[in-house]
T-cell receptor, first 113, second 113 residues
Framework: AQSVTQPDIHITVSEGASLELRCNYSYGATPYLFWYVQSPGQGLQLLLKYFSGDTLVQGIKGFEAEFKRSQSSFNLRKPSVHWSDAAEYFC???????????FGSGTRLQVQP | EAQVTQNPRYLITVTGKKLTVTCSQNMNHEYMSWYRQDPGLGLRQIYY???????DKGDVPEGYKVSRKEKRNFPLILESPSPNQTSLYFC????????????FGSGTQLSVL
């Protein structure tokens, strides 16, 4: 079955520290890959996406993600976290032939001062 | 300003009382969809619409109806709500079915007693 796994439910980092949020998907072919962020009380906002080409993609707010085909992963990274990055992050995948994104269960990021 | 507007923001109702959650977008998007968000499950698609008068079931359509009579509007209808439909609902729109960039509303928190 097509699925998206975010193994970390909750992560706490100190402000200024680096961040990596993990995402793995199940599928043979390369799907379209996305990261969304949800701030408290808000809808989701697209951070970045990968369709093809360069496996390191840059997004908004200083985030980047790297697609690794061999690991079926699309991890999100940020070199230096800001307090305003505290939010819930969702990895999403669009599998070939589907009309809907498949979302992971989310990772809640807490930033300590 | 480009936006997806959902109403109401919060709704408390009782089992069996029909309700409608409205969704409107001002970006002339063809693709619109409804998701529900539940803790630990991420977002799951309820219904989607490729264009006016074209709708189809998503992953969890049971107990819901939709209509797309105008391009900008995509209401979600619960004919006979039940407590298991208590959830956070999001409407989203995109310019294409590949969901290159989904725009989300701010969400509707529904409680069915």
């Amino acid at each position: 079955a097509q699925s998206v796994t975010q193994p970390d439910i909750h992560i706490t980092v100190s402000e200024g520290a680096s961040l990596e949020l993990r995402c793995n998907y199940s599928y043979g072919a390369t799907p379209y890959l996305f990261w969304y962020v949800q701030s408290p009380g808000q809808g989701l906002q697209l951070l970045l996406k990968y369709f093809s080409g360069d496996t390191l993609v840059q997004g908004i707010k200083g985030f980047e993600a790297e697609f690794k085909r061999s690991q079926s992963s699309f991890n999100l990274r940020k070199p230096s976290v800001h307090w305003s990055d505290a939010a819930e992050y969702f990895c999403a995948v669009l599998y070939t032939g589907r009309r809907a994104l498949t979302f992971g269960s989310g990772t809640r990021l807490q930033v300590q001062p | 300003e480009a936006q997806v507007t959902q109403n109401p923001r919060y709704l408390i109702t009782v089992t069996g009382k029909k309700l409608t959650v409205t969704c409107s977008q001002n970006m002339n998007h063809e693709y619109m969809s409804w998701y529900r968000q539940d803790p630990g499950l991420g977002l799951r698609q309820i219904y989607y619409s490729m264009n006016v008068e074209v709708t189809d079931k998503g992953d969890v359509p049971e107990g819901y109806k939709v209509s797309r009579k105008e391009k900008r509007n995509f209401p979600l209808i619960l004919e006979s709500p039940s407590p298991n439909q208590t959830s956070l609902y999001f409407c989203a729109s995109s310019s294409s079915s590949t969901n290159e960039k989904l725009f989300f509303g701010s969400g509707t928190q529904l409680s069915v007693l």
